[in-house]
């Protein structure tokens, strides 16, 4: 069974910096993507930033220049590193591993970032 566990959520001023990382456990037998998604109440999940499974990444607009999604080498860890941080970013964060080939989406439990001053 994949589970993902994500954390380095919490609070920031405007303009801070966050780490989030995400661990993985359980096999996958297939190639997949990793990647970060957030939500806001009352609002879609959206794409923050993913890595496919053939190392290309990619970002959301709203994020380019200032998150930088990165792995370790078995895929077992998948970080993002956030900067320049604006209240518009507070939002649930969550970890995602997609299998296409299954048609599967795994998700963590997502992690709480608030920009506030």
């Known amino acids: 069974q994949v589970q993902l566990v994500e954390s380095g959520g919490g609070l920031v001023q405007p303009g801070g910096s966050l780490r989030l990382s995400c661990v993985r456990s359980g096999e996958i037998s297939f190639f997949f993507d990793m990647g970060w998604y957030r939500q806001v109440p009352g609002k879609q999940r959206e794409l923050v930033a993913r890595?496919?499974?053939?190392?290309?990444?990619n970002y959301a607009d709203s994020v380019k220049g200032r998150f930088t999604i990165s792995r370790d080498n078995p895929w077992k860890i998948l970080s993002l590193q956030m900067n320049s941080l604006a209240p518009e970013d507070t939002a649930v964060y969550y970890c995602?591993?997609?299998?296409?080939?299954?048609?599967?989406?795994?998700w963590g439990q997502g992690t709480q970032v608030t920009v506030s001053s």
């Open positions: 995602n591993v997609n299998v296409r080939a299954l048609g599967r989406d795994y």
């Open positions: 890595i496919l499974s053939n190392d290309t990444t």
